[in-house]
């Protein structure tokens, strides 16, 4: 037999799979024991020994006067006692090294097809694992390929993600062993249970709170509490938070000395800005600081229709309403009011323009389509 080409090939998996070689060798052996069991329809007990670079199989036999019908389990009082220990008796039972034909071709054969299967249910329940605990948080992953359909796929510890065309960034770059953090928010499997791929994003505004929750201990532990978010992907991002503490101011622990604190999440969004706002139950606070470095020159809060009317001098209405209007409309998302803007100049003139002024705000998406991502054939080189 050809043991030590076996020892190194699961030395090899164990390598490769990140399995401990020891689970492998009770592999080995449950899948020797069942070969055996599929060709004579009998069920040794199995004992695999690392002798130096070699593999030692040893299967348990029981000590008869004369082997009956062949039986592969069985071993002579004559020869056991010569070979092995000449005070054995009829009944015994010794553990034997497996021979040539003990262990043939045809039992090797069905060894490493049982040992193959047994490595898939490991790895398939491994990558479970890994999705469950971290589902609905963050992991860091590396890309491995984009597919035909644009979908990108990510290669973690001991599972793999597909990232939908629908939750990737515009312009974000996605190429081949970059390596970025993914939230998983969903997995997907076959029905055989064959395959199982985590389904990420990182488009949503979870994942930026996510993202602070991991960089900072104080938001963390419940210090400092994220009381809204709202996203425009690529673009920015604001966040309202709130100190437990009194000592504890929530927007400078967050932003950092010259905002050196706050970098590293910027940098994995590439560049986003993250506006972090002081939370305040008077609303009109609370919009003027959700809205930015705007000077408001007056504001009238409708709470019948929630329409807040605010006038803003004239520079300062593009700064105020943002690029295709996003600064307004997610300061009316996290707000929770519509934001009504116009200029000083505007009002002046009393003007009857009908102008696109009132920002509502917007809901993040969160639907895929399942049949734009096919885990069936995930490509066997897709971890090299």
Do not use: C, H
């Not at 070979?83 to 008796?89: A, G, I, P, S």
């Not at 060894?111 to 491994?126: S, V």
């Not at 104080?218 to 509490?225: D, P, S, T, V």
């Not at 999440?265 to 800005?273: D, T």
């Amino acid at each position: 037999m050809q043991t030590r080409a076996l020892l190194s090939a699961i030395r090899q998996l164990s390598y490769e799979k990140g399995i401990p070689l020891e689970k492998l060798i009770d592999i080995l052996s449950e899948a020797i024991s069942k070969s055996f069991k599929k060709k004579y329809k009998l069920t040794p007990n199995v004992k695999i020994e690392i002798v130096k670079d070699d593999l030692k199989i040893f299967i348990e036999k029981e000590v008869v006067k004369s082997i009956s019908d062949g039986n592969p389990l069985q071993i002579t009082l004559k020869e056991a006692q010569k070979k092995y220990d000449r005070n054995l008796k009829e009944g015994d039972k010794i553990f034997v090294e497996a021979n040539d034909k003990d262990f043939s071709r045809s039992e090797a054969i069905v060894t490493k097809q049982l040992l193959t299967q047994k490595i898939k249910e490991l790895e398939y329940q491994a990558a479970y694992e890994e999705i469950t605990k971290n589902l609905k948080s963050i992991s860091l992953g590396t890309i491995r390929k984009r597919d035909e359909k644009g979908n990108v796929w990510v290669e973690f510890e001991k599972a793999l993600g597909v990232l939908p065309i629908i939750y990737q960034v515009k312009n974000e770059p996605y190429y081949m062993n970059k390596k970025m953090f993914f939230l998983i928010i969903n997995l997907k499997e076959d029905s055989a249970k064959n395959n199982i791929v985590a389904i990420l994003n990182r488009k949503s505004p979870l994942f930026v709170k996510k993202m602070l929750e991991k960089e900072y201990n104080e938001i963390k532990e419940g210090n400092i509490e994220i009381v809204d978010i709202a996203r425009q992907a690529g673009y920015r991002t604001k966040v309202i938070v709130r100190s437990k503490l009194p000592y504890l101011d929530p927007v400078s622990t967050i932003l950092g000395p010259k905002n050196f604190r706050i970098q590293t999440i910027v940098n994995e969004l590439n560049g986003e800005r993250i506006d972090v706002i002081l939370y305040s139950e008077d609303p009109k606070i609370l919009i003027t600081r959700a809205l930015g470095n705007v000077k408001i020159l007056s504001m009238d809060l409708d709470y019948t229709n929630k329409v807040a009317k605010l006038i803003v001098p004239d520079e300062q209405l593009s700064i105020a309403i943002g690029r295709e209007g996003y600064n307004a409309k997610l300061t009316a998302t996290i707000t929770k009011w519509k934001i009504d803007i116009k200029s000083e100049s505007a009002v002046k003139r009393k003007t009857e323009e009908k102008e696109a002024t009132v920002f509502e705000g917007f809901t993040t998406i969160e639907e895929y389509n399942e049949e734009e991502i096919d885990i069936k054939n995930i490509p066997s080189d897709f971890r090299k």
